[in-house]
């Protein structure tokens, strides 16, 4: 049976936040499967065990955005998605966003993690 979810656009970014299907988000946010969620910001694995403990039915690949600049992921954190058997793509909130929007509406398992811009 096919999976009816629909992943949530990311419809704007900017201003410190997010327009996330006709809904402003301010700060960070975590997409995970059909859910926008709050998110401190922090790139540890607490910050994060939602999507590092969800279904692989749910996510194959995580996108982390790092803001207005592009930062590498912290060691830590890379091997806790290497374990858990997810993919990472690190880069600039705007990049990833549109990344984001690419790979769900293609029907990929995607979650993005996004600092605001």
């Given at each position: 049976?096919?999976?009816?979810?629909?992943?949530?656009?990311?419809?704007?970014?900017?201003?410190?936040?997010?327009?996330?299907?006709?809904?402003?988000?301010?700060?960070?946010?975590?997409?995970?499967?059909?859910?926008?969620?709050?998110?401190?910001?922090d790139w540890t694995?607490?910050?994060?065990?939602?999507?590092?403990?969800?279904?692989?039915?749910?996510?194959?690949?995580?996108?982390?955005?790092?803001?207005?600049?592009?930062?590498?992921?912290?060691?830590?954190?890379?091997?806790?998605?290497?374990?858990?058997?997810?993919?990472?793509?690190?880069?600039?909130?705007?990049?990833?966003?549109?990344?984001?929007?690419?790979?769900?509406?293609?029907?990929?398992?995607?979650?993005?993690?996004?600092?605001?811009?």
């Amino acid at each position: 049976m096919a999976d009816l979810r629909r992943p949530p656009a990311i419809e704007a970014y900017g201003g410190g936040g997010f327009r996330i299907e006709g809904v402003r988000h301010e700060g960070p946010v975590l997409i995970l499967a059909d859910a926008v969620l709050p998110w401190s910001g922090d790139w540890t694995t607490a910050a994060l065990a939602p999507v590092l403990s969800a279904s692989p039915a749910d996510v194959e690949v995580v996108i982390l955005g790092a803001g207005p600049m592009l930062q590498p992921a912290p060691r830590a954190l890379r091997d806790a998605f290497r374990a858990a058997g997810l993919g990472l793509e690190v880069l600039t909130s705007l990049e990833g966003a549109r990344l984001y929007n690419l790979l769900a509406s293609d029907g990929r398992r995607v979650a993005a993690a996004l600092r605001p811009v």
